[in-house]
């Protein structure tokens, strides 16, 4: 099966009232990872690669990869540019064989962030095959790649907002601000997470079946955390979204779900632990391969614990 775009896999979470995870990968190990957690589940999937991992990784040993992995599984995967900033970073991936992007102009002014995003939407659909678009409104707090958004710059998507939006860019799915946000600290030490459910309920009511995204959705497992400092970190405290959470979101309109933090946790606390256990090792596979298994397993909790896609593929 070539690679998918997401459409049918909206379609069909949002009416089984489950999400789709979407895990960042860099690199071999956390594409196996991902996929073997996928594969045993029999999860849809989509693998997502921002411009970081772009520069870090090569466009084309991604996509290479990821068609591996394709053929490995047989699962429906689809390909995504992950925080894309410029109509020539989206184009650039669409024409390389990624099946969907993102473009992210949720920093622009209202009537620029729809113009910017119906110039990638004009294209992605033109092309054969359809390359889907995400796009975002309201503004989450935390770390991107360079861009630092700060408390003070975050803000919630208005719902007033999202019908004109979509109407005008013609996007195919919406990432929306309620209180997610990017990165390993997402509240203040003693601030209790919350998430705006009650605009995530308008925002549904306003566009019924339309598929909603929540990025910055790591949980920020505190066992990493611990293994991380034991093993000679010093990450200060740090908290997430609670899991349940997000499986009452990914029983409304939210069909994908963001996760990279938490498997940037645990593959380095687990590459921590064996180096901190093993400290004569020096073979690159004795380490990165409980690493890839430490994805795995996370993966897997994410797909029966808080997306529910276990089974859907
Ligand atoms: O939202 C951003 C993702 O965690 C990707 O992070 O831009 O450092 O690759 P990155
Ligand atoms: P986390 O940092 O919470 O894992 O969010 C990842 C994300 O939103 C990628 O776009
Ligand atoms: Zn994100």
Do not use: W
Not at 33 to 52: D, E, F, H, T
Not at 56 to 85: F, R
């Amino acid at each position: 099966m070539p690679l998918v775009n997401t459409k049918e896999m909206f379609k069909e979470a949002y009416a089984g009232g489950y999400a789709i995870g979407a895990f960042n990968v860099n690199n071999m190990e956390i594409i196996q990872g991902i996929v073997n957690a996928a594969n045993k589940l029999r999860a849809p999937l989509i693998l997502q690669v921002s411009a970081g991992a772009r520069r870090y990784a090569n466009q084309t040993y991604l996509v290479k990869l990821v068609e591996a992995a394709l053929i490995e599984s047989g699962l429906p995967i689809a390909l995504h540019l992950d925080h894309g900033d410029s109509f020539e970073l989206c184009k650039d991936c669409i024409d390389g064989g990624f099946t969907s992007v993102m473009i992210d102009g949720s920093h622009l002014p209202f009537e620029e962030n729809i113009e910017l995003t119906r110039r990638v939407v004009d294209y992605a659909h033109s092309h054969d095959p359809m390359v889907v678009v995400e796009a975002e409104l309201g503004r989450l707090e935390g770390i991107e790649d360079d861009v630092v958004v700060s408390s003070d710059d975050a803000s919630y998507t208005d719902p007033d907002e999202v019908e004109e939006f979509v109407t005008r860019t013609g996007c195919d799915s919406l990432a929306i601000a309620i209180g997610t946000s990017h990165g390993a600290y997402k509240f203040k030490p003693g601030q209790k997470p919350q998430l705006r459910f009650d605009i995530l309920e308008e925002i549904e009511r306003r566009l019924p079946g339309f598929p909603i995204v929540l990025h910055g959705a790591s949980s920020v497992i505190p066992e990493y955390v611990e293994t991380i400092n034991r093993y000679g970190g010093s990450m200060p405290d740090a908290i997430g979204i609670p899991e349940h959470m997000l499986r009452k979101a990914a029983g409304m309109a939210v069909c994908k779900i963001n996760i990279d933090s938490d498997l940037r946790l645990a593959m380095t606390a687990s590459v921590r632990q064996y180096l901190g256990e093993n400290p004569a090792d020096f073979d690159p596979r004795k380490y990165l391969g409980p690493a890839r298994k430490a994805i795995e397993e996370i993966v897997a909790h994410k797909i029966t614990n808080v997306l529910g896609c276990d089974g859907k593929a």
